[in-house]
Nanobody, 128 residues
């Protein structure tokens, strides 16, 4: 089992940047596909970004492509989401997720159902 703790959220203005971090417990972090999702008030949780076990392959939602970057540091058991050129529509609670997959090094997931563990979320608010 792995526990995920997000940090780095806050209140920023449109055009600013934020970096979210997600620290994972346990010794098998490198066997997990990692992802970021977000949920805005009154909306369903949506996919933001995903990264495979080594960090060599990534996937992004169209709405954040070119502005957000997902990376991971397996030595630190941490996944990051660098968010640039933030827009008011990026306002949401951001969740880190981990999906255990020891057999597929190149895989990443963009649906919530593929993930086994979730963090508690961190609020990101972008003012116009």
């Amino acid at each position: 089992q792995v526990q995920l703790v997000e940090s780095g959220g806050g209140l920023v203005q449109a055009g600013d940047s934020l970096r979210l971090s997600c620290a994972a417990s346990g010794r098998t972090f490198s066997r997990y596909v990692m992802g970021w999702f977000r949920q805005a008030p009154g909306k369903e949780r949506e996919f933001v970004a995903a990264i495979n076990r080594s960090g060599g392959s990534t996937d992004y939602a169209d709405s954040v492509k070119g502005r957000f970057t997902i990376t991971r540091d397996n030595a630190k058991n941490t996944v990051y989401l660098q968010m640039n050129s933030l827009k008011p529509e990026d306002t949401a609670v951001y969740y880190c997720a981990g999906g255990y997959n020891p057999s597929c090094g190149g895989c990443y997931y963009n649906t919530a159902e593929e993930y086994d563990y979730w963090g508690q979320g961190t609020q990101v608010t972008v003012s116009s």
